[in-house]
């Protein structure tokens, strides 16, 4: 149980490289590889997690490491919490035109097979 969310982390070159041996260790258990390498920096994403970065001592760890440590323009963290648009709770950073595009959208669809739909409008013209 617990909210799950999609996090993208978009860091330029030198964050990557300049962030301490505890916060590259965070994002390698939390992701294990990069989804993307550009010359600009690297891509990581993650669908499905319980980003809970106010609770969790490491992701507390690696948002004060990138926080006091970078320009807000060098990195972008996006979490697709489940309370947003209200929250950016677990965002962090400027990088908003990076080589991804990465950035936070919502949308509500409501979706059914087509065959049970058939089967609805059976079941209400019989009976």
């Known amino acids: 149980m617990g909210i799950r969310s999609d996090v993208a982390i978009a860091l330029k070159n030198n964050v990557l490289e300049g962030l301490s041996a505890e916060s590259k260790k965070t994002l390698d258990e939390w992701f ?42 060098d990195y972008l963290i996006v979490a697709g919490c489940h309370d947003y648009p209200e929250s950016s709770s677990g965002d962090s950073g400027g990088w908003y035109e990076n080589p991804w595009e990465v950035y936070k959208s919502w949308s509500v669809s409501v979706e059914w097979a087509t065959d049970t739909a058939d089967e609805l409008d059976n079941r209400k013209a019989t009976g």
């Open 32 to 73: 294990g590889q990069t989804s993307s390498v550009t010359e600009e920096g690297v891509l990581f994403y993650e669908e499905g997690v319980k980003w809970y970065n106010e609770c969790y001592d490491d992701l507390r760890a690696f948002y004060k490491d990138i926080e006091s440590n970078f320009d807000e323009e």
